[in-house]
Structures are given as C-alpha cells and as structure tokens.
C-alpha cells in the first residue's frame, strides 16, 4: 500500500509540473463535487429532517465545473501573484499572503462562484443580486477557517501543491 501511494504521489506531482492547468481543473473538479455531494447528504436537511438529503447531481456538476473552469484557473495565477507579493515561506511572509488573499481574492472567489452558478441557471444577471445581498455574509463565514488554512498552506505546502489544498 505504501508503495501505491508513493507511486501515486509521484504521477500526480509529474502531472502537476508538465499539465498543471488540467491536472488542477480535472483535481477541483473531483473535490469541489465529491465536497458538494457529502455537504448535500450529511449538512443539509430536506422536508423530512430525520433523512439525510438527497443527492441533487446536477449541483454536484455545477460545482464541479465553477471550480474546474473558474475558480481553479483564478486560483493557479493569484497564488503566483501572492508569492511575488511576499516570496519567503517564513510566517510573517505566510501572513502577509493570507491578509491580501482574504482582503482581495477571496471577494473575488466568491463573485466568481456566484457568476458561474448564476450562468448556468441561464441567468447571468442574477449575479449582481446574489453578490449584493450575499458577497458579505459569505466572505464573514469564509473568514472564520480560510485564514488559518491558507496560513497552513501558505507557510507549508509547497507552491505547486497550493491550489490542491487549498
């Protein structure tokens, strides 16, 4: 087993440094929707309260895609900005990363989540609603556990593993 997992480790990682555009889309893809289908069975309710909820698929792809063709993209160019900001990998270097991430790209994440699902139910004016009414509250819960794992990654993963983690 240690040996597949090593052996696994090392195709992704070529794949990462020779097709690091597909290889994060295709790795978002898979976590952003596996992510949405464990949050839509186990953390959100249904009419009956006591099942766990189904299991809306078409979502599932929906988040998917935004994170494969949207979000992965922004992310793999704004790390490298946020590394030119502040290069060392020291926690001071690390913190300074986190604070322009969270005060800049996160906003920007979220507009663009909410673009993305706003296009794909056909109505991409609904955008401009959805980040009125909900860009703040988002970015507030968000705020709560990006800064300590963006630290995390930002101080200790390094570079091409950082849109994985993240």
Known sequence: ???????????????????????????????AGVGDAVCQ?????????EA??????????????????????FTLNWYKVLARISPATTLPSALKRVAVDQ??????????????????????????????????KTWLVGFQYWPIMHTINFRFVPMMYQPLYA
Do not use: Q
């Open 41 to 49: 069975y186990y953390f959100e309710k249904t009419d009956n309260s």
């Open 103 to 136: 005060l800049i790209g996160s906003p920007v994440v979220i507009m663009l989540v909410f673009l993305g699902k706003a296009i794909l139910s056909g109505n991409p004016v609904s955008a401009i609603e959805t980040t009125e009414t909900h860009l703040f």
């Open 52 to 73: 766990h909820a189904s299991i809306d698929m078409r979502r599932v792809l929906e988040m998917g895609f935004i994170r494969a063709m949207i979000v992965t993209p």
């Open 1 to 31: 087993m240690r040996t597949s997992g090593k052996r696994f480790f090392n195709w992704y990682s070529s794949c990462l440094l020779k097709y690091p555009n597909i290889t994060n889309s295709v790795t978002g893809f898979i976590v």
